[in-house]
């Protein structure tokens, strides 16, 4: 009955429209609820299998991929790096087929290799979903973080959201930039030069250098995690002089409008990006994040297995 | 004793004499015997009817990866002069990227007793600047010359130390040979993927500024300046690069550089959907640099057209694009692309084009060749500019398969192609 359907992959927001991006959305409303429930389960994906194959470290996103998963009653099995033929050096295509050929139905993947999960949905017939591929894009965190700043503002048209931080290595900002753009709201990114993408500006964002501006700006800001590594490869100078030049301060936060909200990818590095008072403090929303990306990710789930847009229908209390 | 061969009634062009017109060529004892009308040849001598064909000095590449030694699997010097004679060369030079690299006498001499036993295009090695191209310490230009060797390169390796490029430099202008240098400052390049702009922003991928291969491409013109000697700047691809070379041509400097056909047809948007055979070193880039270096190749400020021609194998390609080689095939598609991208669109007239594919390569590393000249080589190539056809990689002659081109319309081709005075291809008996 659905006209719209998401495709057979997900592996960015660039190429999905407003009213896929809505759909999404929308299934992800539905979803909330069942996590609610004291049986937090419905039958929805009841007989399919997903591998979920992680070649990065994750803890969020991965639980957060494998209760979506089981909570709509599919069959998971987790692959990591570590104690697979990975280590033995297959191929990222033979890893993938040799799991195709043990007839499963999806793949949720995170790679450290830019491209990797849309090189692996034109290589088998399996759904991908892209868990965050290199500095591409991390959709299913760009789809959480849009339904939280819904949540809490009603809409995102018009919204201001100042995405801060190392924009550069960002997959989170990149997913942020196109979902948020396509649904209306107006983007700032800030963090110093040395952290930003060449022709950034042609993503139809605007770049505010110093934090106290964007801070005045934004309505909403996504403060983006500082890996420790940006210090050593040369990019800033050290982790102190980020905190007191970039990090998000509450006395910052003094010029900020009266109801704006701060977010987070995570991890964290308290004390850098972000000081402990914000992340902890009123503004948060965080742990609603952390919330939404379940839902978020039974949404993509479902919608990518054949799902149609009223999920309750099909759903319901075991 | 090579059978004697008439070439009848084609269109001839020579750039080496700026003669264009409609003739006979007589070959014998593997030189150009005669060029007029109405030529009879000996008895039993083999004629080719060329009518509404091109015949011009067959064309070479300054600029081809042949992998042998040591990556026989991707390419061999008998296949890669093979895909060359497909390709309407006559000749090209290797560069001593293989392993072990060209940086001593025995491995120049194997090189050119493979292309011997293969037959078919010439092919000339290029020595190392640095022994095993470390960047360290000087080859032995004179023993590498002596074994065959015409140029000397580290090619696929910046030359990073000024102090052994300007010693490359004096040195190499003691034996009057080239030095083709790769302009890569990698410390800026810092490992990136492809071009650095708004595709690699979208892509995530780690770009690679244009300033990297100009701030090396300014340092080399200027230890020309210092040094007197002969450089040449392998693949150009910047519009800064070309306007850099521009200003060192006025002031009379010994620069001379050239530009893929690559280069001069796709931009970083070929990288959309990670197509790992996009991904090149230097990378494809902007729309503004094609239209530079294509202006550069109009009014000589490129004097070449060379194709780095860089087999790899489907294995090395179909991966993550970080972690892909770079470069991609040339040899069998560069004419077709020259004249679909620059003749029939009126940038560059025909003779002009053969001019930087034959003529002007000869004279940059003093090859024979590039010439109709009576007593010059029997190296010729046949063409039809007007054929059309589509790019088919499972049809080259190269052992490889990695084009960004498959698929392709273009028009021109090769028809016959003749080295020694011995057709070595024909396209009809292929």
Not at chain 1, 10 to 15: A, D, N, Q, T
Not at chain 1, 31 to 51: H, N
Not at chain 2, 38 to 45: F, K, P, V
Not at chain 2, 73 to 98: I, K, S, Y
Request: glycine share 10%; net charge negative; proline share 5%.
């Amino acid at each position: 009955m659905t006209p719209l359907s998401l495709g057979k992959d997900l592996v960015g927001l660039e190429h999905l429209s407003a009213e896929q991006l809505r759909l999404i959305l929308d299934t992800a409303e539905h979803f909330k609820e069942v996590s609610e429930r004291p049986i937090k389960k419905v039958p929805a994906l009841r007989g399919k299998t997903i591998v979920n194959l992680f070649f990065e470290a994750s803890t969020r996103t991965r639980i957060s991929f494998e209760f979506a998963e089981k909570r709509l009653s599919a069959d998971t099995v987790n692959v990591a790096t570590s104690g697979s033929s990975i280590s033995k050096g297959e191929t990222l295509v033979d890893t993938a087929r040799n799991l195709e050929a043990m007839r499963i139905d999806m793949v949720v993947i995170r790679h450290h290799a830019s491209g990797s999960a849309e090189f692996l949905g034109k290589r088998i017939g399996s759904n991908v979903i892209n868990a965050g591929d290199g500095k591409h894009e991390h959709p299913t965190q760009g789809l959480l973080d849009i339904l939280t700043l819904r949540d809490r503002f009603g809409k995102i048209e018009g919204l201001k959201v100042a995405i801060c931080g190392d924009v550069l290595h960002s997959r989170v900002a990149r997913s942020n930039i196109w979902g948020l753009k396509k649904l209306g709201a107006e983007v700032a990114v800030c963090g110093p030069h040395s952290l930003m993408p060449r022709s950034i500006g042609e993503l139809g964002v605007e770049m505010i250098p110093r934090i106290d501006d964007a801070i005045a700006w934004a309505d909403a800001l996504n403060v983006l995690r500082l890996q420790l590594e940006r210090m050593t490869s040369g990019f800033i100078p050290s982790l102190r002089e980020y905190n007191r030049v970039f990090g998000v301060t509450r006395e910052r936060l003094e010029r900020a409008k009266k109801d704006v909200v701060i977010m987070h990818p995570g991890p964290m590095n308290r004390g850098v990006e972000i000081d402990s008072d914000v992340a902890d403090g009123p503004f948060s929303l965080i742990l609603p994040q952390v919330t939404n990306g379940v839902a978020v990710r039974m949404a993509v789930l479902y919608l990518l297995a054949g799902g149609t847009p009223e999920p309750q229908q099909t759903g319901g209390n075991e | 004793m090579t059978r004697p061969i008439l070439i009848k009634g084609g269109r001839v062009i020579d750039p080496s004499r700026r003669s264009d017109g409609v003739a006979d060529v007589y070959l014998a004892e593997g030189r150009v015997a005669s060029v007029g009308l109405n030529i009879t040849g000996e008895d039993g001598c083999l004629i080719i009817d060329a009518k509404g064909k091109v015949v011009t000095p067959g064309l070479i590449d300054l600029h081809v990866h042949l992998r042998e030694p040591g990556f026989e699997d991707l390419e061999t010097v008998a296949t890669g002069a093979m895909a060359a004679a497909a390709g309407g060369f006559t000749a090209v030079c290797a560069m001593p990227n293989t392993d072990p690299p060209l940086d001593n006498q025995g491995a120049i001499g194997f090189v050119i007793s493979q292309a011997q036993k293969a037959g078919k295009a010439r092919v000339y090695p290029i020595g190392t600047i640095s022994l095993g191209q470390k960047g360290e310490k000087l080859s032995e230009f004179g023993e590498l010359m002596s074994a065959g060797a015409v140029a000397v390169s580290d090619d696929g390796k910046p030359v990073m130390s000024s102090h052994l490029m300007r010693t490359a430099m004096e040195y190499a202008k003691t034996f009057g040979i080239p030095v083709a240098d790769h302009c890569e400052e990698i410390t800026l390049a810092h490992a990136g993927a492809m071009h650095e702009g708004i595709v690699a922003t979208k892509l995530g991928l780690k770009g690679i500024p244009s300033a990297a291969e100009e701030i090396h491409v300014a340092r080399d013109i200027i230890l020309s300046e210092l040094t007197g000697a002969h450089i040449h700047l392998c693949h150009m691809s910047t519009r800064g690069s070309v306007s850099l070379i521009r200003r060192a041509k006025d002031m009379g400097l010994r620069v001379t550089a050239e530009v893929t056909p690559h280069h001069f047809t796709l931009t970083h948007e070929a990288c959309l959907g990670y197509n790992t055979n996009a991904k090149m070193n230097p990378p494809l880039r902007e729309w503004a640099d094609v239209e530079a270096v294509r202006e550069a190749l109009k009014d000589g400020t490129v004097d070449v057209i060379a194709t780095d021609h860089a087999p790899h194998p489907y294995d090395a390609k179909e991966r993550e694009f970080d972690d892909a080689p770079n470069g991609i095939l040339g040899l069998e598609t560069a004419f077709g692309l020259a004249i679909t991208e620059l003749v029939r669109p009126g940038i560059v007239a025909l003779p002009d084009l053969l001019y930087r594919m034959s003529t002007r390569p000869a004279q940059l590393f003093n090859l024979p060749g590039g010439s109709l000249a009576v007593g010059a080589p029997a190296d010729i190539a046949i063409f039809d500019p007007e054929a059309e056809w589509t790019v088919e990689p499972s049809r080259f002659y190269s052992k490889s398969r990695n084009t960004p081109f498959g698929g392709r319309k273009l028009f021109g081709r090769a028809e016959l192609t003749i080295v020694r005075g011995r057709v070595v291809y024909d396209r009809a008996n292929a």
